[in-house]
């Protein structure tokens, strides 16, 4: 049923540049009821996707393949003049609350609100599901393999700082995999109770985010006491008491402590990113552009290490990382995590897992096949 004010459907009769202001919002309305009625329509078809996974006890509702081929195709036919980024957004949103038409999830992520962890989980998932933050990274390993939480979200890498150990080595013991990942550009700003940055004279950071935008902080705040602090949490508590005093953190924190952005993008290079892993218990389906996680360890002697390199070279599969961290079980023995492209079920990927089986003294341990990052 039409209401009543329900503007009509929108019938052009002269060229764009020729249109009144009425004449383009008319438009404008027209074609918001268009997108209203299609997604609509989407969600019919979503809520019998659902109708039929219910039939299926072994159904798996999040497919992050499924959802990675959708962000594909949507840059591969975008033309602009809306950026791309907008799009993957508008989109994410819109598979996030079709998603939770079909079955809610709730994500465990470190927190606290607002941090960057929390933002890469909402910049995956959207917002419809339900967050709840975690403490630790083992908090968040934990919520996930008891079944509090369907997938958990942690950090993994910081293109300034390396790999994150702590997470490295929770997968050692963890029945959980790597279901999917995020990487989130590294955008610092300046935030603060003040107006103005001249009236600053104190700034409050995190060491690591201090470092990273120490050239603009030393170049703009030349007479600031620089304070460092122990988390990015602890630098905006002590800024939201003292007017005269500034914190280093994301933009998207400003609101959550009431704060005033007074600088953006402070940060001393801007190709700088971090990376987070998605948790869970199911491993993705192929989605053609894919990666694949394994851990490794052997016995120590020479050249072992070459040769289990060597068969990746002759499998024509490519490394992208290698990470080597103590095994903790004894003196200098390691382990290494590997990230190379393919996914388990491609042919190449599958022949050389099958060769590396085969080595006496090597074992290994598969975290996880996903997809390559599609926003």
């Not at 809520?47 to 299926?56: I, N, Y």
């Not at 095994?327 to 079920?345: M, P």
Request: with cysteine.
């Amino acid at each position: 049923m039409i209401m009543q004010d329900e503007p009509k459907s929108f019938q052009p009769d002269k060229p764009l540049d020729e249109m009144t202001l009425d004449d383009l919002r008319q438009g404008i309305d027209s074609v918001d009821n268009t997108i209203h009625d299609l997604i609509i329509q989407r969600t019919q078809y979503v809520l019998q996707v659902g109708k039929v996974k219910e039939k299926d006890s072994n159904a798996i509702f999040y497919r992050p393949e499924r959802e990675a081929r959708i962000h594909r195709r949507l840059e591969e036919r975008h033309e602009g003049p809306l950026p791309v980024a907008a799009i993957h957004r508008i989109f994410r949103e819109i598979i996030s609350a079709s998603l939770n038409l079909e079955k809610g999830l709730s994500i465990s992520f470190l927190g606290p609100e607002a941090t960057y962890t929390h933002q890469a989980a909402l910049k995956h998932f959207g917002s419809a599901f339900t967050m709840s933050s975690a403490r630790t990274i083992d908090e968040v390993f934990h919520e996930v393999e008891v079944g509090r939480a369907d997938f958990g979200v942690v950090p993994v890498e910081n293109s300034t700082e390396g790999m994150v150990h702590h997470t490295l080595d929770r997968f050692v013991d963890s029945p959980l995999g790597i279901s999917a990942e995020i990487i989130q550009p590294l955008e610092h700003s300046l935030l603060s109770l003040a107006e103005q940055s001249h009236r600053i004279k104190t700034v409050f950071a995190h060491f690591r985010n201090l470092r990273q935008c120490r050239q603009w902080v030393d170049h703009h705040l030349p007479q600031a006491k620089l304070i460092t602090t122990s988390s990015t949490r602890e630098a905006l508590e002590f800024c939201g008491k003292k007017k005269r005093s500034a914190a280093i953190a994301g933009t998207y924190m400003a609101d959550h402590y009431g704060l005033n952005v007074l600088a953006e993008n402070i940060q001393d290079h801007s190709n700088w990113e971090n990376r987070f892993l998605v948790l869970g218990k199911d491993t993705p389906a192929p989605s053609g552009k894919d990666k694949t996680t394994l851990l490794f360890s052997f016995r120590d002697q020479p050249g072992f290490l070459h040769r289990i390199l060597g068969i990746f070279a002759d499998g024509g599969i490519n490394l992208t990382r290698i990470e080597s961290r103590p095994s903790r079980k004894k003196a200098w023995d390691y382990l290494f995590f590997v990230d190379f492209e393919g996914h388990l079920g491609d042919e190449a990927v599958a022949a050389t897992l099958e060769r590396l089986s085969q080595v006496p003294g090597l074992s290994t341990k598969i975290l996880g096949s996903y997809p390559l990052r599609a926003i």
